[in-house]
């Protein structure tokens, strides 16, 4: 009953915030937005990406505490949900992590551990894991590194930099070099032998996979 809660307060949030956002935003900036992920859909970026069945790629990331967390050594104990995000700074991202830390103790109860990856330097890391109150590791993945293993990176265009920067959300400065490269939000469940199970992979950063289908995976392992 708790993860039926939590994604529906996923999707009703994230309905609630576009909602909201093409109430206030001017119509040429939705439109726009509209239209960089259109392309980003077309340039088949997502079907690059690490699929169910594959082997994940190991990694070695610090967290935000300065200790160092490995997939090879969380799988020892059991699956891990391992999902990528775009930063603190995207809406989107700040409502994805906090539905997911909402469903870190049922993730727990299923043997498994949960870990966020961005590109984000550890000082905007340790934010995120503040102000979001993120009872799970936070890792910082350096020019997208990892990300790019897993098929998920992507520039942004000239538009979009145009767009964040009147956003006022300084990528670079957030990440820590010049690349403008992000990675699609990603969210993967990964077994005990690093085979993929759940994969789960949109170029439009609005839409992000609910807790319920974690769970519903997790037990499927469990079971």
Same mark, same amino acid.
């Given at each position: 009953?708790?993860?039926?809660?939590?994604?529906?307060?996923?999707?009703?949030?994230?309905?609630?915030?576009?909602?909201?956002?093409?109430?206030?935003?001017?119509?040429?900036?939705?439109?726009?937005?509209?239209?960089?992920?259109?392309?980003?859909?077309?340039?088949?970026?997502?079907?690059?990406?690490?699929?169910?069945?594959?082997?994940?790629?190991?990694?070695? +990331?610090? *967290? #935000?505490?300065?200790?160092?967390?490995? =997939?090879?050594? %969380? $799988?020892?104990?059991?699956?891990? !949900?391992?999902?990528?995000?775009?930063?603190?700074?995207?809406?989107?991202?700040?409502?994805?992590?906090?539905?997911?830390?909402?469903?870190?103790?049922?993730?727990?109860?299923?043997?498994?551990?949960?870990?966020?990856?961005?590109?984000?330097?550890?000082?905007?890391?340790?934010?995120?894991?503040?102000?979001?109150?993120?009872?799970?590791?936070? +890792?910082? *993945? #350096?020019?997208?590194?990892?990300?790019? =293993?897993?098929? %998920? $990176?992507?520039?942004?265009?000239? !538009?979009?930099?145009?767009?964040?920067?009147?956003?006022?959300?300084?990528?670079?400065?957030?990440?820590?070099?010049?690349?403008?490269?992000?990675?699609?939000?990603?969210?993967?469940?990964?077994?005990?032998?690093?085979?993929?199970?759940?994969?789960?992979?949109?170029?439009?950063?609005?839409?992000?996979?609910?807790?319920?289908?974690?769970?519903?995976?997790?037990?499927?392992?469990?079971?």
């Amino acid at each position: 009953m708790t993860s039926e809660i939590t994604a529906t307060t996923l999707r009703d949030r994230i309905a609630e915030f576009m909602q909201n956002m093409a109430k206030h935003a001017p119509h040429e900036v939705v439109s726009t937005l509209a239209a960089e992920i259109r392309k980003l859909a077309e340039s088949g970026i997502a079907n690059r990406t690490i699929a169910v069945g594959a082997r994940a790629p190991d990694f070695s +990331l610090p *967290d #935000a505490r300065g200790g160092k967390v490995s =997939l090879s050594t %969380l $799988v020892q104990t059991g699956p891990t !949900v391992v999902t990528f995000y775009r930063g603190g700074w995207c809406p989107f991202c700040d409502l994805q992590l906090r539905a997911y830390q909402g469903a870190i103790t049922e993730i727990r109860s299923l043997g498994a551990e949960l870990v966020a990856i961005s590109p984000q330097t550890p000082n905007f890391a340790i934010a995120d894991v503040s102000t979001k109150e993120l009872a799970f590791p936070v +890792l910082t *993945d #350096a020019h997208n590194q990892v990300a790019k =293993l897993y098929g %998920l $990176v992507f520039v942004l265009s000239d !538009v979009m930099k145009e767009l964040q920067k009147a956003f006022g959300n300084p990528i670079p400065k957030f990440n820590g070099d010049d690349s403008w490269e992000l990675p699609m939000p990603g969210t993967f469940v990964i077994d005990k032998n690093r085979v993929v199970r759940l994969a789960h992979v949109d170029p439009d950063y609005m839409k992000r996979l609910e807790p319920v289908a974690i769970l519903d995976v997790l037990r499927e392992l469990r079971a």
